[in-house]
């Protein structure tokens, strides 16, 4: 049976034709593991499920690589404010890895309860620290990130077509609508890859800009590379998947 899936990148409907004819190669975006899941949340794992099952009954291979969002996760869009990890695990009186701990068996209990499969690939970010940072030391050494007093940032001037698939044209944006901004940065929607810790910010790894700790932004950019290679078949998340990701 032939599938069609619409096309974030072309805003179309097109035929499914994966880049390997033997296996579909997936990323999904998992949980930030500080909180019991939603119905919005396991909707998109729902999602996620047929999906994997739809393409299973037309006869391929799957190869799924969903993350684990145990530590960067802002509380604020704007890459401000604190991780989500150290506020649930100040709320609950616990450490951030017993909160992660914790969350990520009852998020996979959720699963199990709804009849979800498990991807092949589940991968925390928290035990990939090392991959995340030569991803940033590589954009570095490009030209595709700086660095200011409080982060490693992107630089999205040097991607000409930035907005593509938001479709969104950022020179009609209004700076500041939703988040301050922040002054050291080259551009108000640049984002934070790595994040400077202060002193009494409990996780925090050794890197070449002191101690710091990734932004949400990166970690699946690592992982999804690191397991799926440079260019995978659908990445999934948000409610919503694009094909051709690259």
Not at 94 to 120: H, R, S, V
Not at 194 to 205: D, G, Q, S, V
């Amino acid at each position: 049976m032939e599938l069609y899936f619409y096309n974030t990148l072309t805003r179309s409907k097109e035929k499914f034709e994966p880049i390997d004819k033997n296996e579909v190669r997936i990323y999904s975006c998992g949980p930030t593991v500080y909180k019991d899941a939603t119905i919005g949340n396991m909707r998109t794992n729902i999602f996620q499920d047929v999906l994997r099952k739809v393409l299973r009954y037309n006869g391929y291979k799957i190869k799924h690589a969903m993350n684990i969002t145990d530590v960067g996760h802002l509380v604020s869009d704007g890459d401000e404010g604190e991780d989500k990890m150290i506020k649930s695990a100040r709320e609950e009186h616990k450490t951030p890895q017993e909160i992660a701990d914790y969350y990520t068996k009852l998020f996979f209990k959720d699963l199990e309860d709804l009849n979800i499969e498990t991807p092949e690939i589940v991968c925390k970010a928290t035990e990939h620290i090392e991959l995340m940072l030569e991803y940033v030391k590589k954009l570095m050494e490009n030209g595709y990130a700086y660095e200011t007093s409080t982060a490693i940032y992107f630089d999205i001037s040097k991607l000409d077509k930035y907005p593509i698939l938001s479709n969104h044209n950022i020179e009609e944006q209004k700076a500041g609508a939703r988040v301050d901004v922040d002054p050291e940065k080259r551009s108000p929607y640049d984002f934070a890859l790595w994040i400077k810790a202060p002193e009494n910010h409990l996780m925090k790894w050794e890197s070449p800009w002191g101690l710091s700790y990734p932004g949400w932004h990166i970690e699946c950019s690592a992982m999804g590379q690191h397991y799926l290679g440079e260019q995978f078949d659908i990445h999934t998340g948000r409610n919503r998947f694009n094909t051709n990701t690259p």
